[in-house]
Nanobody, 121 residues
Framework: QVMLVESGGGLVQAGESLRLSCVAS????????????MGWYRQVPGKQRELVAS???????NYADFVKGRFTISRDNAKNTVYLQMNSLKPEDTAVYSC???????????WGQGTQVTVSS
């Protein structure tokens, strides 16, 4: 199957930036997969997980209103990697950010374990 691994989270001050990465890989070297749409979601305790941004394999992007103009999603299809550049971070952005990917080969959806982003005032 497919595993998603996120990285790049951390603790920053308000107004600073972080870049998250998510790599999709097979569980063994023979695994076939084709990652289509990928997205970043975030969740804080007591709240529902919400979509932050998504990007199709062709590069079409969708953003939540609360990050428009601040965050940029991008991907490298050859590396099966999606990125989230987060600028002008606010304390309200504090959450666990998780990667999501749709696999067109197996017809499956996968989730990463998440990476913590903390923004202090």
């Amino acid at each position: 199957q497919v595993m998603l691994v996120e990285s790049g989270g951390g603790l920053v001050q308000a107004g600073e930036s972080l870049r998250l990465s998510c790599v999709a890989s097979g569980t063994n070297f023979r695994t076939n997969f084709r990652i289509n749409t990928m997205g970043w979601y975030r969740q804080v305790p007591g709240k529902q997980r919400e979509l932050v941004a998504s990007i199709t394999r062709g590069g079409d992007r969708n953003y939540a209103d609360f990050v428009k103009g601040r965050f940029t999603i991008s991907r490298d299809n050859a590396k099966n990697t999606v990125y989230l550049q987060m600028n002008s971070l606010k304390p309200e952005d504090t959450a666990v950010y998780s990667c999501n990917a749709h696999d067109g080969y197996w017809g499956r959806e996968y989730w990463g374990q998440g990476t913590q982003v903390t923004v202090s005032s």
